[in-house]
């Protein structure tokens, strides 16, 4: 069944209506968080081995065979060079590891990675990543990675046809890393702590300040600009940590966000929120078709003529261009207007890209245009 473009734009106008609603009551966790509190990615190299012979083309994979001798060596067991170079490694692959260590984690916490193929391996499923350290921005070590992959997808080829489900080059590791370095935060430094806003916004600031010294009664709170909330806090460790817990509970009237429009240029979506309002306009929008057609055109030499015969083409091309119906927008202060006026276009979401810019800038779109 196929929607038409009013109802797709509809559901994807209702979507966005949805995500960003009239004002209602949030908690602060909802739209702030503590600043200082992170947490930090790693990385690290490694090998996978136990491969069903679907590793690295080591010929064209130096690295594998080369990482290899340098485990190897690490064991105890020194390969002569001539030697080394003439592994073939069909069931290992080089892999890169990611992980992403949370805030407060301790050394001896288990954390879970993510393992994808730098090479030409064909599959990692049925493999095992050894040993491979985990390393922050800094270079320091950070976790120690190691386990049985889990591979969400299955493959089978045979006699020249393949048959594939889903990625078979990438996979995870549940509980597959191991902390060996807590990261410190600045939690407990100073006598304050300070509330990040997901978005900016000073309305959104001065009320979040606001609500907590409502709570907590006095001038707590301020606003220094409009990410940030500084509030005053206790010194001591775990009275912090209750008074954090209490302030991410406290609930505040959040203001309706700036109007803003949100275009996907790759895929036509686009994303209205509940302040976008219209003002009155005239819109005319044709549509550009060309058409190319081709025709084999066949030249037979006369009888006896030693001649051969030719096939040529003979191209045809047709432009049409569709007149642009003149259409008055009028004034349209709510969503459900907006939405109404612009299916009243029928135009496709292609199309409903370059109306929406033109209108932002003949300045009868109240809001802000964002191509992503």
Do not use: W
């Not at 302030?247 to 302040?275: D, H, K, Y």
């Not at 306009?281 to 051969?308: D, E, F, K, M, Y």
């Not at 003149?326 to 292609?350: E, K, Y």
Request: glycine share 10%; hydrophobic share 45%.
């Amino acid at each position: 069944m196929k929607l038409s473009i009013s109802h797709r734009l509809l559901a994807v106008v209702a979507l966005g209506a949805a995500l960003l609603a009239p004002a209602h009551a949030v908690r602060i966790k909802e739209i702030a968080a503590v600043q200082g509190v992170r947490s930090n990615q790693l990385t690290g190299y490694g090998l996978v081995v136990g491969l069903d012979g679907t590793g690295d083309q080591t010929t064209q994979m130096p690295y594998t065979t080369q990482s290899v001798a340098n485990y190897l060596q690490q064991l105890g067991i020194t390969l002569p060079d001539n030697k080394a170079s003439q592994l073939q490694l069909k069931n290992v692959a080089a892999v890169i590891v990611t992980a992403q260590l949370p805030a407060f984690a301790q050394p001896g916490q288990m954390v879970d990675i993510n393992v994808s193929s730098m090479g030409n391996a064909k599959s990692l499923k049925g493999g095992t990543l050894i040993a491979t350290p985990l390393r922050g921005a800094d270079g320091e070590i950070y976790a120690l990675a190691q386990g049985n992959l889990v591979i969400g997808g299955a493959g089978a080829s045979a006699g020249g046809s393949k048959v594939q489900i889903n990625h078979l080059s990438a996979g995870r590791v549940p509980n597959g890393a191991q902390v060996e370095r807590a990261v410190a935060t600045p939690l407990n430094e100073g006598d304050s702590v300070n509330l990040g806003l997901k978005a900016a916004d000073f309305e959104t600031a001065r009320r979040v300040a606001a609500a907590i010294n409502s709570k907590l009664g006095g001038s707590s709170a301020r606003a220094l600009d409009g990410r940030t909330v500084q509030v005053q806090a206790p010194t001591d460790a775990n009275a912090r940590v209750s008074f954090i817990a209490q302030l991410e509970e406290i609930t505040l009237v959040q203001p309706i966000p700036s109007a803003r429009v949100v275009i996907n240029a790759r895929t036509g979506s686009v994303v209205l929120n509940q302040a976008v309002t219209l003002g009155p306009c005239a819109v005319a929008h044709g549509n550009l078709s060309i058409t190319i057609s081709s025709t084999p055109v066949i030249s037979q030499p006369a009888p006896l003529s030693r001649g051969q015969t030719v096939v040529a083409e003979q191209a045809s091309i047709q432009i049409k261009q569709e007149p642009g119906i003149l259409i008055q927008v009028p004034n349209a202060p709510l969503l459900s207007d907006v939405v109404r006026a612009l299916n009243a276009l029928g135009a496709t979401p292609q199309d409903l890209l370059a109306i929406l810019q033109a209108i932002e800038a003949s300045g009868a779109l109240h809001a802000e245009l964002e191509v992503i």
